[in-house]
Protein backbone atom coordinates (compact mmCIF):
# COMPACT_ATOMS: atom_id res chain seq x y z
CA UNK A 1 0.00 0.00 0.00
CA UNK A 2 2.85 2.55 1.20
CA UNK A 3 5.47 3.59 -1.49
CA UNK A 4 8.55 2.62 1.26
CA UNK A 5 11.31 3.73 -0.84
CA UNK A 6 10.09 7.34 -1.09
CA UNK A 7 9.16 6.79 2.48
CA UNK A 8 12.46 5.70 3.48
CA UNK A 9 14.02 8.67 1.47
CA UNK A 10 11.75 11.00 3.21
CA UNK A 11 11.86 9.92 6.79
CA UNK A 12 15.75 8.65 6.67
CA UNK A 13 17.26 11.17 4.92
CA UNK A 14 15.17 15.24 4.62
CA UNK A 15 12.83 15.22 7.38
CA UNK A 16 15.18 16.07 10.21
CA UNK A 17 17.12 19.01 7.69
CA UNK A 18 13.45 20.65 7.25
CA UNK A 19 11.41 23.07 8.86
CA UNK A 20 8.23 21.56 10.13
CA UNK A 21 8.64 18.30 9.40
CA UNK A 22 5.15 17.49 10.22
CA UNK A 23 3.56 18.56 7.19
CA UNK A 24 5.21 16.29 4.76
CA UNK A 25 4.10 12.79 6.60
CA UNK A 26 0.59 12.00 6.62
CA UNK A 27 -1.15 9.94 9.42
CA UNK A 28 -2.74 12.49 10.22
CA UNK A 29 -5.98 11.41 12.42
CA UNK A 30 -9.13 10.90 9.74
CA UNK A 31 -6.98 10.63 6.84
CA UNK A 32 -8.03 8.22 4.76
CA UNK A 33 -5.42 5.65 3.49
CA UNK A 34 -6.66 2.63 1.10
CA UNK A 35 -5.09 0.02 -0.46
CA UNK A 36 -4.21 0.74 -4.11
CA UNK A 37 -5.14 -2.65 -5.33
CA UNK A 38 -8.26 -2.53 -3.99
CA UNK A 39 -9.69 0.61 -6.18
CA UNK A 40 -10.50 1.44 -9.76
CA UNK A 41 -8.82 4.49 -9.72
CA UNK A 42 -6.26 7.23 -7.36
CA UNK A 43 -6.71 10.61 -7.30
CA UNK A 44 -4.59 13.29 -5.85
CA UNK A 45 -5.86 16.51 -4.36
CA UNK A 46 -3.35 19.14 -4.60
CA UNK A 47 -3.53 22.71 -2.74
CA UNK A 48 -0.79 25.34 -4.22
CA UNK A 49 0.34 26.74 -0.95
CA UNK A 50 1.78 25.15 2.10
CA UNK A 51 -0.11 22.47 4.37
CA UNK A 52 -0.98 24.96 6.88
CA UNK A 53 -2.92 26.98 4.87
CA UNK A 54 -4.20 23.90 2.25
CA UNK A 55 -5.39 21.92 5.78
CA UNK A 56 -7.73 25.25 6.21
CA UNK A 57 -9.40 25.06 3.22
CA UNK A 58 -12.90 24.06 3.48
CA UNK A 59 -13.30 22.89 -0.40
CA UNK A 60 -10.59 20.30 -0.21
CA UNK A 61 -11.94 18.51 3.04
CA UNK A 62 -15.16 18.58 0.86
CA UNK A 63 -13.37 16.96 -2.19
CA UNK A 64 -11.77 14.39 -0.36
CA UNK A 65 -14.71 13.01 1.33
CA UNK A 66 -16.86 12.99 -1.54
CA UNK A 67 -14.57 11.10 -3.67
CA UNK A 68 -13.24 8.52 -0.51
CA UNK A 69 -16.82 7.89 0.74
CA UNK A 70 -16.76 5.71 -2.88
CA UNK A 71 -15.02 2.60 -2.00
CA UNK A 72 -13.77 1.70 -5.77
CA UNK A 73 -11.48 5.48 -5.39
CA UNK A 74 -8.63 6.59 -3.66
CA UNK A 75 -7.92 9.93 -3.24
CA UNK A 76 -4.92 11.34 -1.80
CA UNK A 77 -3.07 15.01 -0.84
CA UNK A 78 -0.36 17.03 -1.42
CA UNK A 79 0.80 20.12 -0.73
CA UNK A 80 3.53 23.03 -1.72
CA UNK A 81 6.31 21.85 -0.38
CA UNK A 82 8.48 24.68 1.27
CA UNK A 83 11.88 25.73 -0.40
CA UNK A 84 14.06 23.63 1.58
CA UNK A 85 12.20 20.74 1.25
CA UNK A 86 12.02 21.39 -2.51
CA UNK A 87 15.53 21.61 -2.64
CA UNK A 88 16.09 18.00 -0.61
CA UNK A 89 13.86 16.16 -2.54
CA UNK A 90 15.88 17.77 -5.95
CA UNK A 91 19.13 16.66 -4.02
CA UNK A 92 17.60 13.15 -3.08
CA UNK A 93 16.09 12.77 -6.28
CA UNK A 94 12.93 12.05 -5.12
CA UNK A 95 9.61 12.96 -6.35
CA UNK A 96 7.33 14.64 -5.60
CA UNK A 97 4.38 12.68 -3.05
CA UNK A 98 1.24 12.37 -1.79
CA UNK A 99 0.99 12.40 2.20
CA UNK A 100 -1.20 9.30 2.29
CA UNK A 101 0.22 6.74 0.37
CA UNK A 102 3.95 7.96 -0.22
CA UNK A 103 2.88 7.38 -4.02
CA UNK A 104 4.65 9.66 -6.56
CA UNK A 105 1.86 12.12 -8.06
CA UNK A 106 2.53 10.89 -11.58
CA UNK A 107 1.24 7.45 -10.49
CA UNK A 108 -2.25 9.18 -9.73
CA UNK A 109 -4.84 9.03 -12.16
CA UNK A 110 -5.39 12.33 -12.06
CA UNK A 111 -4.18 15.05 -10.21
CA UNK A 112 -6.43 17.57 -8.89
CA UNK A 113 -5.66 21.15 -8.21
CA UNK A 114 -7.50 23.94 -6.15
CA UNK A 115 -6.96 27.18 -7.82
CA UNK A 116 -7.63 29.40 -4.56
CA UNK A 117 -5.46 32.82 -5.73
CA UNK A 118 -3.80 34.08 -8.62
CA UNK A 119 -0.50 34.23 -7.12
CA UNK A 120 -0.27 30.87 -6.05
CA UNK A 121 0.48 29.55 -9.51
CA UNK A 122 4.21 29.47 -9.69
CA UNK A 123 3.51 26.78 -6.80
CA UNK A 124 1.43 24.95 -9.37
CA UNK A 125 4.21 24.52 -11.71
CA UNK A 126 6.44 23.93 -8.70
CA UNK A 127 4.68 21.04 -7.92
CA UNK A 128 3.99 19.83 -11.43
CA UNK A 129 7.71 20.17 -11.91
CA UNK A 130 8.47 18.08 -8.58
CA UNK A 131 6.40 15.43 -9.98
CA UNK A 132 8.11 14.61 -13.46
CA UNK A 133 4.84 15.57 -14.81
CA UNK A 134 5.61 18.07 -18.08
CA UNK A 135 4.41 21.62 -17.62
CA UNK A 136 3.07 21.28 -20.52
CA UNK A 137 0.19 19.96 -21.09
CA UNK A 138 0.20 18.92 -24.68
CA UNK A 139 3.50 17.33 -24.01
CA UNK A 140 1.92 14.52 -21.70
CA UNK A 141 1.37 11.19 -22.61
CA UNK A 142 -1.74 9.00 -21.89
CA UNK A 143 0.51 7.75 -19.14
CA UNK A 144 0.46 10.90 -17.08
CA UNK A 145 -2.36 11.94 -14.93
CA UNK A 146 -4.79 13.86 -16.21
CA UNK A 147 -4.30 17.55 -14.43
CA UNK A 148 -7.63 19.49 -13.63
CA UNK A 149 -7.94 22.44 -11.78
CA UNK A 150 -11.10 23.70 -10.33
CA UNK A 151 -11.63 26.52 -7.56
CA UNK A 152 -11.80 31.01 -8.41
CA UNK A 153 -8.84 30.63 -10.91
CA UNK A 154 -11.17 29.05 -13.20
CA UNK A 155 -12.73 32.46 -13.45
CA UNK A 156 -10.17 33.09 -15.74
CA UNK A 157 -8.18 30.02 -16.44
CA UNK A 158 -7.00 31.45 -19.74
CA UNK A 159 -3.14 32.26 -17.86
CA UNK A 160 -3.00 28.99 -16.69
CA UNK A 161 -4.45 27.29 -19.79
CA UNK A 162 -0.93 25.72 -20.92
CA UNK A 163 -0.41 24.01 -17.71
CA UNK A 164 -3.56 22.11 -17.05
CA UNK A 165 -5.89 19.29 -19.29
CA UNK A 166 -8.73 20.45 -18.44
CA UNK A 167 -10.66 23.11 -15.76
CA UNK A 168 -13.64 22.09 -14.18
CA UNK A 169 -16.28 25.58 -13.66
CA UNK A 170 -18.70 25.59 -10.71
CA UNK A 171 -19.49 23.21 -7.49
CA UNK A 172 -16.95 20.82 -7.16
CA UNK A 173 -18.38 17.80 -5.09
CA UNK A 174 -20.56 16.04 -7.81
CA UNK A 175 -18.67 17.29 -10.96
CA UNK A 176 -15.03 16.05 -9.85
CA UNK A 177 -16.14 12.26 -9.32
CA UNK A 178 -18.05 12.36 -12.78
CA UNK A 179 -14.47 13.93 -14.41
CA UNK A 180 -13.52 11.22 -12.51
CA UNK A 181 -15.18 8.11 -14.17
CA UNK A 182 -15.25 9.83 -17.36
CA UNK A 183 -11.01 9.94 -17.48
CA UNK A 184 -11.39 6.62 -16.18
CA UNK A 185 -13.65 5.07 -19.17
CA UNK A 186 -11.32 7.17 -21.54
CA UNK A 187 -8.20 5.37 -20.44
CA UNK A 188 -9.56 2.16 -20.32
CA UNK A 189 -10.36 2.70 -24.31
CA UNK A 190 -6.91 4.08 -24.67
CA UNK A 191 -3.35 3.55 -25.63
CA UNK A 192 -0.14 5.35 -24.32
CA UNK A 193 0.67 7.64 -26.81
CA UNK A 194 -0.25 11.65 -26.78
CA UNK A 195 -2.22 11.45 -29.51
CA UNK A 196 -4.64 8.44 -27.60
CA UNK A 197 -4.56 11.47 -24.45
CA UNK A 198 -5.55 13.63 -27.38
CA UNK A 199 -8.33 11.64 -27.75
CA UNK A 200 -9.40 10.95 -24.23
CA UNK A 201 -9.66 14.46 -23.61
CA UNK A 202 -12.09 14.89 -26.10
CA UNK A 203 -14.15 12.28 -25.30
CA UNK A 204 -14.40 14.03 -21.61
CA UNK A 205 -14.90 17.30 -23.21
CA UNK A 206 -17.74 15.99 -25.20
CA UNK A 207 -19.64 14.78 -22.41
CA UNK A 208 -19.48 17.20 -19.77
CA UNK A 209 -20.95 20.56 -20.30
CA UNK A 210 -19.10 22.40 -16.87
CA UNK A 211 -15.38 20.91 -18.32
CA UNK A 212 -13.28 23.54 -20.25
CA UNK A 213 -10.04 21.75 -22.32
CA UNK A 214 -7.79 24.54 -23.49
CA UNK A 215 -6.14 22.67 -26.13
CA UNK A 216 -9.49 22.75 -28.18
CA UNK A 217 -10.28 26.39 -28.28
CA UNK A 218 -8.38 28.89 -29.89
CA UNK A 219 -7.87 32.69 -28.78
CA UNK A 220 -8.99 34.99 -30.79
CA UNK A 221 -7.17 38.36 -30.67
CA UNK A 222 -7.84 41.71 -32.56
CA UNK A 223 -5.45 43.80 -34.63
CA UNK A 224 -3.67 44.88 -31.30
CA UNK A 225 -3.03 41.57 -30.02
CA UNK A 226 -6.01 42.17 -27.54
CA UNK A 227 -7.45 38.61 -26.82
CA UNK A 228 -11.33 38.82 -27.85
CA UNK A 229 -12.37 35.85 -27.11
CA UNK A 230 -12.22 32.14 -27.35
CA UNK A 231 -13.20 29.99 -30.53
CA UNK A 232 -13.89 25.78 -30.33
CA UNK A 233 -11.60 24.32 -32.88
CA UNK A 234 -14.16 21.30 -32.68
CA UNK A 235 -17.71 20.83 -33.56
CA UNK A 236 -18.31 18.84 -30.49
CA UNK A 237 -17.22 20.51 -27.62
CA UNK A 238 -19.47 23.08 -26.04
CA UNK A 239 -18.60 26.98 -27.37
CA UNK A 240 -19.45 28.68 -23.75
CA UNK A 241 -19.08 26.03 -20.34
CA UNK A 242 -21.65 26.36 -18.01
CA UNK A 243 -20.82 26.12 -14.29
CA UNK A 244 -21.79 22.60 -12.58
CA UNK A 245 -24.34 23.66 -10.01
CA UNK A 246 -25.24 21.46 -7.14
CA UNK A 247 -29.09 21.51 -7.29
CA UNK A 248 -29.62 19.61 -3.84
CA UNK A 249 -27.13 21.51 -1.54
CA UNK A 250 -29.13 19.94 1.56
CA UNK A 251 -28.67 16.16 0.87
CA UNK A 252 -24.93 17.05 -0.50
CA UNK A 253 -22.91 14.83 2.42
CA UNK A 254 -20.76 16.74 4.48
CA UNK A 255 -17.73 16.45 5.91
CA UNK A 256 -18.09 14.71 9.17
CA UNK A 257 -14.94 13.63 9.60
CA UNK A 258 -12.58 16.23 8.54
CA UNK A 259 -8.51 15.31 8.78
CA UNK A 260 -7.08 17.09 12.35
CA UNK A 261 -3.93 18.59 11.26
CA UNK A 262 -0.02 17.38 12.49
CA UNK A 263 0.79 20.90 12.68
CA UNK A 264 -1.34 24.15 13.80
CA UNK A 265 -2.89 25.25 10.77
CA UNK A 266 -4.17 28.89 9.77
CA UNK A 267 -7.85 27.50 11.09
CA UNK A 268 -8.17 24.80 13.50
CA UNK A 269 -11.99 24.30 14.00
CA UNK A 270 -14.70 22.21 12.56
CA UNK A 271 -16.04 23.99 9.75
CA UNK A 272 -20.14 23.59 8.57
CA UNK A 273 -21.36 25.44 5.24
CA UNK A 274 -24.44 26.28 6.26
CA UNK A 275 -25.40 28.25 2.89
CA UNK A 276 -23.84 28.48 -0.51
CA UNK A 277 -24.00 31.97 -2.40
CA UNK A 278 -24.87 35.18 -1.21
CA UNK A 279 -27.67 37.62 -2.18
CA UNK A 280 -25.47 40.40 -2.17
CA UNK A 281 -24.33 41.87 -5.93
CA UNK A 282 -21.63 43.84 -4.03
CA UNK A 283 -20.09 44.91 -8.07
CA UNK A 284 -16.46 44.08 -7.15
CA UNK A 285 -17.31 40.77 -6.05
CA UNK A 286 -15.97 37.27 -7.61
CA UNK A 287 -17.36 35.47 -4.79
CA UNK A 288 -21.12 35.87 -5.47
CA UNK A 289 -21.14 35.54 -9.15
CA UNK A 290 -19.21 32.27 -8.91
CA UNK A 291 -20.75 30.46 -5.55
CA UNK A 292 -24.78 31.50 -7.58
CA UNK A 293 -27.40 30.39 -6.98
CA UNK A 294 -28.53 30.84 -2.97
CA UNK A 295 -29.01 27.53 -1.48
CA UNK A 296 -29.63 26.85 1.89
CA UNK A 297 -28.87 23.59 4.66
CA UNK A 298 -31.52 23.17 7.20
CA UNK A 299 -31.45 23.69 10.44
CA UNK A 300 -31.44 19.92 12.09
CA UNK A 301 -28.88 18.78 8.98
CA UNK A 302 -25.94 21.10 10.04
CA UNK A 303 -26.58 20.51 14.34
CA UNK A 304 -26.56 17.14 12.94
CA UNK A 305 -23.01 17.68 11.27
CA UNK A 306 -21.51 19.56 13.69
CA UNK A 307 -22.41 16.80 16.28
CA UNK A 308 -20.60 14.26 13.93
CA UNK A 309 -17.70 16.40 13.29
CA UNK A 310 -17.09 17.30 16.51
CA UNK A 311 -17.20 13.45 17.99
CA UNK A 312 -15.08 12.55 15.31
CA UNK A 313 -12.64 15.48 16.02
CA UNK A 314 -12.70 16.73 19.18
CA UNK A 315 -12.23 20.47 18.47
CA UNK A 316 -13.23 22.69 20.59
CA UNK A 317 -14.42 25.56 18.16
CA UNK A 318 -17.33 24.98 15.92
CA UNK A 319 -17.16 27.43 12.50
CA UNK A 320 -20.69 28.27 10.50
CA UNK A 321 -18.99 29.02 6.91
CA UNK A 322 -20.52 30.86 4.41
CA UNK A 323 -20.18 34.19 2.12
CA UNK A 324 -22.49 36.15 4.07
CA UNK A 325 -24.32 34.41 7.36
CA UNK A 326 -26.37 37.27 8.36
CA UNK A 327 -28.42 35.89 5.36
CA UNK A 328 -29.01 32.65 6.82
CA UNK A 329 -33.10 32.73 7.37
CA UNK A 330 -32.90 30.56 10.22
CA UNK A 331 -29.90 32.14 12.19
CA UNK A 332 -31.41 32.71 15.47
CA UNK A 333 -32.80 29.37 16.15
CA UNK A 334 -29.53 27.34 14.70
CA UNK A 335 -27.51 29.63 17.29
CA UNK A 336 -29.98 28.72 19.94
CA UNK A 337 -29.64 24.93 18.96
CA UNK A 338 -26.20 24.70 18.75
CA UNK A 339 -25.71 26.45 21.75
CA UNK A 340 -27.62 24.36 23.79
CA UNK A 341 -25.82 21.66 23.22
CA UNK A 342 -22.37 22.51 22.93
CA UNK A 343 -21.94 25.15 25.74
CA UNK A 344 -21.94 22.92 28.32
CA UNK A 345 -19.29 20.87 26.24
CA UNK A 346 -16.96 24.34 26.06
CA UNK A 347 -17.32 24.20 22.84
CA UNK A 348 -17.38 27.88 20.93
CA UNK A 349 -19.42 28.59 17.54
CA UNK A 350 -18.11 30.92 15.31
CA UNK A 351 -19.50 33.06 12.82
CA UNK A 352 -17.08 34.52 10.15
CA UNK A 353 -18.80 36.38 7.67
CA UNK A 354 -21.65 38.34 10.04
CA UNK A 355 -23.22 41.53 8.70
CA UNK A 356 -24.15 44.59 10.96
CA UNK A 357 -27.61 44.74 10.70
CA UNK A 358 -30.60 43.90 13.13
CA UNK A 359 -29.82 40.69 13.27
CA UNK A 360 -26.35 41.09 14.22
CA UNK A 361 -27.96 42.42 17.08
CA UNK A 362 -30.18 39.93 17.96
CA UNK A 363 -27.70 36.83 17.46
CA UNK A 364 -24.71 38.65 19.26
CA UNK A 365 -25.60 37.20 22.67
CA UNK A 366 -26.01 34.01 20.76
CA UNK A 367 -22.47 33.95 19.73
CA UNK A 368 -19.56 33.42 22.67
CA UNK A 369 -17.13 35.16 20.51
CA UNK A 370 -13.79 35.88 21.59
CA UNK A 371 -14.65 39.23 22.30
CA UNK A 372 -10.47 39.53 22.70
CA UNK A 373 -10.53 38.95 19.17
CA UNK A 374 -12.83 42.16 18.16
CA UNK A 375 -15.40 42.56 15.88
CA UNK A 376 -14.20 42.22 12.22
CA UNK A 377 -16.68 44.65 9.43
CA UNK A 378 -16.13 44.79 5.42
CA UNK A 379 -17.67 48.78 5.11
CA UNK A 380 -15.45 48.73 1.58
CA UNK A 381 -15.67 52.33 1.40
CA UNK A 382 -16.74 54.89 3.48
CA UNK A 383 -19.11 57.43 2.12
CA UNK A 384 -23.06 56.05 1.55
CA UNK A 385 -23.41 57.20 -1.60
CA UNK A 386 -20.17 55.19 -3.08
CA UNK A 387 -21.27 52.14 -1.08
CA UNK A 388 -24.75 52.14 -2.77
CA UNK A 389 -22.53 52.36 -6.05
CA UNK A 390 -20.71 49.37 -5.85
CA UNK A 391 -23.51 47.20 -4.86
CA UNK A 392 -22.96 46.75 -1.06
CA UNK A 393 -26.02 46.88 1.17
CA UNK A 394 -25.26 48.63 4.03
CA UNK A 395 -25.11 51.86 5.23
CA UNK A 396 -22.73 53.91 8.07
CA UNK A 397 -25.36 53.87 10.65
CA UNK A 398 -25.83 50.77 10.26
CA UNK A 399 -21.97 50.26 10.77
CA UNK A 400 -21.93 53.01 13.45
CA UNK A 401 -24.66 50.97 15.69
CA UNK A 402 -23.24 47.99 14.72
CA UNK A 403 -19.71 49.32 16.52
CA UNK A 404 -22.04 50.62 19.44
CA UNK A 405 -23.96 47.59 20.09
CA UNK A 406 -19.79 46.21 20.22
CA UNK A 407 -18.48 48.10 22.56
CA UNK A 408 -21.26 47.95 24.87
CA UNK A 409 -21.29 44.28 24.64
CA UNK A 410 -17.23 44.27 25.71
CA UNK A 411 -15.32 44.40 22.52
CA UNK A 412 -12.52 46.39 22.89
CA UNK A 413 -11.11 45.39 19.04
CA UNK A 414 -12.96 46.78 15.87
CA UNK A 415 -11.16 45.64 12.05
CA UNK A 416 -12.37 47.59 9.29
CA UNK A 417 -11.73 46.92 5.46
CA UNK A 418 -11.58 49.07 3.09
CA UNK A 419 -10.81 48.67 -0.85
CA UNK A 420 -9.24 51.68 -2.65
CA UNK A 421 -9.06 52.61 -6.36
CA UNK A 422 -13.06 51.63 -6.88
CA UNK A 423 -14.68 52.94 -10.22
CA UNK A 424 -15.30 56.71 -9.59
CA UNK A 425 -13.48 57.22 -6.16
CA UNK A 426 -13.07 60.54 -4.82
CA UNK A 427 -10.96 62.51 -2.67
CA UNK A 428 -13.71 62.85 -0.38
CA UNK A 429 -13.83 58.63 -0.13
CA UNK A 430 -10.26 58.39 0.69
CA UNK A 431 -10.55 60.97 3.48
CA UNK A 432 -13.47 59.40 4.29
CA UNK A 433 -11.52 55.97 5.32
CA UNK A 434 -10.06 57.77 8.11
CA UNK A 435 -12.83 60.16 9.19
CA UNK A 436 -15.24 56.42 9.89
CA UNK A 437 -11.87 54.73 11.76
CA UNK A 438 -11.29 57.77 13.79
CA UNK A 439 -15.32 58.22 14.70
CA UNK A 440 -15.45 54.78 15.54
CA UNK A 441 -12.03 55.08 17.70
CA UNK A 442 -13.64 58.55 19.16
CA UNK A 443 -17.38 56.13 20.01
CA UNK A 444 -15.00 53.55 21.69
CA UNK A 445 -13.32 55.36 23.72
CA UNK A 446 -16.46 57.23 24.83
CA UNK A 447 -18.78 53.79 25.70
CA UNK A 448 -15.59 51.81 27.40
CA UNK A 449 -14.23 54.79 28.90
CA UNK A 450 -10.71 53.87 27.74
CA UNK A 451 -9.35 53.83 24.06
CA UNK A 452 -10.18 50.65 21.68
CA UNK A 453 -8.24 49.44 19.21
CA UNK A 454 -9.39 50.26 15.38
CA UNK A 455 -7.35 48.95 12.53
CA UNK A 456 -8.40 50.02 9.15
CA UNK A 457 -7.05 47.78 6.29
CA UNK A 458 -6.88 49.22 2.67
CA UNK A 459 -6.54 46.95 -0.31
CA UNK A 460 -6.00 48.22 -4.40
CA UNK A 461 -8.80 47.19 -5.54
CA UNK A 462 -8.34 44.58 -8.83
CA UNK A 463 -11.20 44.19 -11.13
CA UNK A 464 -11.70 40.09 -11.17
CA UNK A 465 -13.20 38.55 -13.94
CA UNK A 466 -16.59 37.67 -13.52
CA UNK A 467 -17.98 40.24 -11.93
CA UNK A 468 -19.80 43.72 -13.43
CA UNK A 469 -16.06 45.79 -12.74
CA UNK A 470 -14.46 43.59 -14.86
CA UNK A 471 -14.38 46.10 -17.80
CA UNK A 472 -12.93 48.81 -15.72
CA UNK A 473 -9.22 49.62 -15.60
CA UNK A 474 -7.07 48.99 -12.54
CA UNK A 475 -5.79 52.25 -11.17
CA UNK A 476 -2.25 52.53 -12.03
CA UNK A 477 0.61 52.30 -9.60
CA UNK A 478 1.40 56.05 -9.11
CA UNK A 479 -2.11 56.62 -7.89
CA UNK A 480 -1.77 53.76 -5.44
CA UNK A 481 1.07 55.44 -3.85
CA UNK A 482 0.23 59.06 -4.07
CA UNK A 483 -3.51 57.58 -2.20
CA UNK A 484 -2.01 55.84 0.09
CA UNK A 485 0.68 58.78 1.28
CA UNK A 486 -2.65 60.91 1.60
CA UNK A 487 -4.44 58.55 3.99
CA UNK A 488 -1.12 58.70 6.05
CA UNK A 489 -0.80 62.27 6.50
CA UNK A 490 -4.85 62.48 7.03
CA UNK A 491 -4.14 59.94 10.19
CA UNK A 492 -4.44 62.08 13.24
CA UNK A 493 -4.94 59.50 16.11
CA UNK A 494 -2.57 57.35 16.96
CA UNK A 495 -5.13 54.69 18.41
CA UNK A 496 -5.72 54.29 14.79
CA UNK A 497 -3.70 51.65 12.93
CA UNK A 498 -3.59 52.14 9.14
CA UNK A 499 -2.40 48.88 7.42
CA UNK A 500 -2.50 49.75 3.40
CA UNK A 501 -1.91 46.39 1.62
CA UNK A 502 1.58 46.13 -0.89
CA UNK A 503 1.02 47.62 -4.29
CA UNK A 504 3.02 45.71 -6.39
CA UNK A 505 1.36 42.43 -5.14
CA UNK A 506 -1.81 44.06 -6.16
CA UNK A 507 -0.86 45.12 -9.60
CA UNK A 508 0.63 41.15 -10.34
CA UNK A 509 -2.80 40.11 -8.79
CA UNK A 510 -4.30 42.05 -11.43
CA UNK A 511 -2.15 40.92 -14.71
CA UNK A 512 -2.53 37.08 -13.75
CA UNK A 513 -6.45 37.14 -13.20
CA UNK A 514 -6.77 39.34 -16.12
CA UNK A 515 -4.39 37.62 -18.11
CA UNK A 516 -5.11 35.38 -21.54
CA UNK A 517 -2.55 32.56 -22.83
CA UNK A 518 0.56 34.92 -23.07
CA UNK A 519 0.38 35.31 -19.59
CA UNK A 520 1.23 31.56 -18.74
CA UNK A 521 4.65 32.60 -20.60
CA UNK A 522 5.51 35.68 -17.84
CA UNK A 523 4.27 33.02 -14.79
CA UNK A 524 6.66 30.45 -16.01
CA UNK A 525 9.64 32.80 -16.63
CA UNK A 526 9.43 33.67 -13.18
CA UNK A 527 9.22 30.41 -11.21
CA UNK A 528 11.96 29.57 -13.49
CA UNK A 529 13.61 32.37 -11.94
CA UNK A 530 12.67 31.80 -8.45
CA UNK A 531 9.31 33.09 -7.87
CA UNK A 532 7.89 30.60 -5.01
CA UNK A 533 5.15 31.63 -2.79
CA UNK A 534 4.40 34.49 -4.27
CA UNK A 535 1.32 34.96 -1.95
CA UNK A 536 3.54 35.81 0.76
CA UNK A 537 4.51 39.32 1.30
CA UNK A 538 8.00 37.93 2.72
CA UNK A 539 8.86 36.14 -0.42
CA UNK A 540 7.08 38.12 -2.97
CA UNK A 541 10.13 39.11 -5.40
CA UNK A 542 8.20 42.02 -7.19
CA UNK A 543 11.38 42.51 -9.69
CA UNK A 544 11.36 39.04 -10.79
CA UNK A 545 7.94 38.92 -12.31
CA UNK A 546 8.03 42.59 -13.64
CA UNK A 547 10.89 41.35 -15.74
CA UNK A 548 9.47 38.43 -16.76
CA UNK A 549 6.30 40.04 -17.63
CA UNK A 550 8.13 42.55 -20.03
CA UNK A 551 10.22 39.93 -21.23
CA UNK A 552 7.04 37.88 -22.04
CA UNK A 553 6.18 41.60 -24.30
CA UNK A 554 2.86 41.43 -22.25
CA UNK A 555 1.36 45.03 -22.67
CA UNK A 556 0.52 45.76 -19.09
CA UNK A 557 -0.98 49.10 -20.21
CA UNK A 558 -3.38 47.43 -22.46
CA UNK A 559 -3.74 44.08 -20.03
CA UNK A 560 -4.71 46.12 -16.79
CA UNK A 561 -5.19 49.68 -17.21
CA UNK A 562 -7.49 50.40 -19.98
CA UNK A 563 -10.87 50.85 -19.75
CA UNK A 564 -13.76 48.37 -21.98
CA UNK A 565 -16.95 48.79 -22.79
CA UNK A 566 -19.74 46.73 -21.41
CA UNK A 567 -20.05 44.45 -24.78
CA UNK A 568 -16.13 44.66 -25.32
CA UNK A 569 -15.43 40.26 -25.63
CA UNK A 570 -12.52 39.61 -22.91
CA UNK A 571 -10.56 36.61 -22.89
CA UNK A 572 -12.52 34.54 -20.19
CA UNK A 573 -16.11 35.25 -21.68
CA UNK A 574 -16.37 31.52 -22.77
CA UNK A 575 -16.61 30.54 -18.86
CA UNK A 576 -19.98 31.17 -17.72
CA UNK A 577 -21.56 32.01 -14.43
CA UNK A 578 -25.02 31.22 -13.55
CA UNK A 579 -26.92 34.46 -14.27
CA UNK A 580 -24.81 34.91 -17.59
CA UNK A 581 -22.90 37.15 -18.92
CA UNK A 582 -25.72 39.67 -19.17
CA UNK A 583 -25.89 40.01 -15.55
CA UNK A 584 -22.21 41.60 -15.86
CA UNK A 585 -23.23 44.18 -18.52
CA UNK A 586 -26.22 45.47 -17.37
CA UNK A 587 -24.80 45.72 -13.71
CA UNK A 588 -21.48 47.91 -15.39
CA UNK A 589 -24.16 50.05 -17.30
CA UNK A 590 -26.40 50.84 -13.93
CA UNK A 591 -22.38 51.41 -12.50
CA UNK A 592 -21.79 54.18 -15.07
CA UNK A 593 -25.11 55.38 -14.72
CA UNK A 594 -25.13 55.68 -11.06
CA UNK A 595 -21.31 57.19 -11.01
CA UNK A 596 -23.27 59.91 -13.68
CA UNK A 597 -25.57 60.39 -11.42
CA UNK A 598 -22.88 61.60 -8.53
CA UNK A 599 -21.19 63.36 -10.19
CA UNK A 600 -24.49 65.93 -10.76
S1 LIG B 1 -21.92 40.63 0.88
FE1 LIG B 1 -19.82 39.83 0.71
S2 LIG B 1 -20.01 37.86 -0.37
FE2 LIG B 1 -21.93 38.96 -0.65
S3 LIG B 1 -21.70 40.02 -2.59
FE3 LIG B 1 -21.04 41.47 -1.02
S4 LIG B 1 -18.82 41.16 -0.77
FE4 LIG B 1 -19.65 39.41 -1.91
Not at 49 to 67: C, E, F, K
Not at 311 to 340: C, F, M, R, V, W
Amino acid sequence: MLNQSIKDIVVGRILSQVQTPGQYIGGEWNSRPKDHSTVRGKLCLAFPDTYGIGMSNYGLQVLYDAMNSRDDWACERVFTPMEDMERLLREHDAPLYSLETFTPLADFDLLGFTLQYDLCYSNVLTMLDLARIPLDATKRTAEHPLVIGGGPGTANPEPMAKFFDLFVLGDGEEALPQVCEAWLAAKSRGGDSSGDRESMLAEVAARLPFVYVPRFYRPNKDESGRTVGIDPLRDDIPTEIQPAIVADFESTPIPTRPIVPNVECVQDRVAVEIMRGCPGRCRFCQSTTLKRPLRFRKVETIVQAAREAYSATGYNEISLLSLSTSDYPDLEELLTQLQAEFRPKGVSISVPSLRVNEQWRTVADLLNTDRRAGLTLAPEVALDDMRKQIGKRITNDDLYEGCRNAFENGFSRVKLYFMCGLPGEREADLDGIIDMAEHIWRMGRKIRGKPPTVVANVSNFVPKPQTPYQFNAMRRREYFAAARENLYQRKRLRGVQLKCHDIDSSLLEGVICRGDRDVADAIERAWRAGARFDAWSDKLQPELWWQAIEDSGIDVEQLLHTDHPADARLPWDHMQIHQGRRYLQREQERSVEQLGEMEQ
